[in-house]
């Protein structure tokens, strides 16, 4: 039975475009588009107008702000990969003379910087980028609000500076790198710097009147990588495609895994969201969603990521405030997840060459003091250490080259999970970031750490 599904029911379909309909209305936007991607296909796209027979569809321009950070972010990783520089590196290694040289790479790219939220003077998004021709125009004076690295703070002049640094490594323009590095590669060619017809216009609707005017279409100059971009519904689901699960033409996935893993302390408040490398973070309907969400005058968008269930939404309006397109695109996976819910992949069992006497050994309970944990083993000579019942420090480890497995998640990510033998070859233990996980609850000739009471184990 196949289960790949290119449409999706009537029904769902339906509930999709209420949403969509209750977001335009309610939001009082002169427009508003969703669209869907499951397992990396565009699979539905509405959208509601105020003009009669004059709807967007997925392939016109809205301005997305903010969700430009996911793509410069991107950049960066690609530079990173190519050995060109090292998240932990201080900006000014690679991007001299800001005044903000002591702020490392992966700081910025989680906005735990320390630096100000936005720009000295006036507001940037509705005003022109000449008046900000220089960096320490960007940046002020005083560019820390206060230490780097002890929490999040979001901060649209970091990604100025982001942007700057791929200039400086790359030697080519931020716009230039865009394009051949990302753009062109996930054949996105309608999202541009500028808008380029059919193109939304951007409004302001009257907070207590039924009333709209236009809103400015500004250049933003040197904080373009923060929130230039124009794109479509279209090319978000392609971009929403290669976030959960990689391109090797643009970055592969475990890089992009990488983005999507926490990177700083969440603000008082935030603990349903955090941020990762370039990445919003979100826990919603029971689900982790990550992606971004965006806003400039006249245009909010969002873009949210099921990795689990295999599933995006991509949410676009053409109003400064009032659509809820993060709640909405997040609605939106929420509906497709819950009426056609993913099917899980056939079981199969592991191909021959990767079955091994010496690891089936391995497998089964053990026991880190009277803990109980079961040890499985997974794909590509992979396993899983877990707790049998109660809670407990569940981690996946991957296998390492000179043997032994390297943590990938949890309290254990990073730390070597490795095989002791005793003289005659035979297991004595687990060894777990020094802790010891043996076969028997404290067994007297084990290697437990402390040794074992000798009179052994006794009642009341």
């Not at 003077?121 to 000449?130: D, K």
């Not at 109980?372 to 981690?395: D, K, T």
Request: aromatic share 8%; glycine share 12%; charged share 20%.
């Amino acid at each position: 039975m196949t289960t790949t599904f290119e449409v999706l029911l009537p029904g769902t379909e339906r509930a999709l475009l209420h949403r969509v309909a209750v977001a335009q209305s309610e939001g009082r936007s002169p427009s508003f588009v969703g669209a869907v991607v499951r397992d990396g296909a565009l699979v539905w796209s509405g959208s509601r107008s105020c003009v009669d027979g004059h709807a967007p569809d997925a392939d016109t321009q809205f301005r997305i702000g903010s969700l430009t950070k996911v793509f410069t972010a991107v950049l960066v990783m690609r530079l990173r990969d190519e050995g060109l520089l090292g998240l932990d590196d201080p900006l000014e290694r690679h991007l001299k003379g800001t005044g903000a040289g002591e702020v490392t790479i992966a700081q910025l790219l989680g906005h735990s910087g320390g630096l100000a939220a936005e720009t000295p003077g006036q507001w940037w998004e509705r005003s022109s980028a000449a008046l900000r021709p220089e960096l320490s125009d960007v940046l002020g004076e005083q560019p820390f609000l206060q230490a780097p690295g002890r929490r999040h703070h979001y901060s649209n002049p970091g990604y100025t500076l982001l942007g700057s640094l791929v200039e400086a490594v790359r030697g080519v323009s931020w716009e230039e790198a865009l394009r051949s590095e990302i753009l062109e590669p996930l054949g996105m060619g309608r999202t541009t710097v500028d808008p380029v017809a059919p193109h939304a216009g951007g409004w302001a609707v009257h907070p207590w009147a039924d009333v709209m005017l236009p809103e400015p279409s500004e250049d933003l100059g040197l904080m373009a990588p923060a929130g230039q971009l124009w794109s479509t519904a279209a090319d978000l689901a392609r971009f929403a495609a290669f976030l959960a699960a990689g391109d090797e033409r643009v970055l592969v996935a475990a890089s992009v895994e990488e983005m999507r893993a926490p990177a700083a302390a969440v603000g008082e408040g935030d603990w349903d969201g955090s941020y990762g490398l370039g990445l919003q973070l979100l826990r919603k309907d029971g689900r982790t969603l990550i992606g971004h969400t965006g806003s400039l005058p006249g245009f909010v968008a969002a873009l949210w990521i099921s990795v689990e269930d295999g599933l995006a939404a991509i949410a676009l309006a053409n109003a400064t405030s009032g659509p809820l397109t993060a709640a909405v695109a997040a609605d939106l996976v929420r509906i497709v997840a819950e009426t056609e819910p993913r099917f899980p992949e056939p079981w199969r069992p592991l191909p021959e060459a990767e079955v091994d006497k010496e690891l089936l050994a391995l497998t089964g309970p053990w026991y880190w003091g009277t803990y109980a944990y079961g040890l499985r083993l997974g794909a590509e000579r992979s396993v899983v250490l877990e707790p049998l019942r109660g809670p407990g420090r569940r981690a996946r480890f991957r296998a390492l080259p000179e043997g032994g497995w390297v943590g990938l998640n949890g309290y254990y990510a990073g730390e070597t999970l490795r095989v002791v033998r005793r003289d005659d070859g035979s297991v004595s233990h687990l060894d777990l970031a020094s802790f010891v996980f043996t076969r028997e609850p404290y067994a007297p000739a084990d290697a437990v750490p402390g040794g074992v009471d000798e009179a052994g184990w006794r009642g009341l």
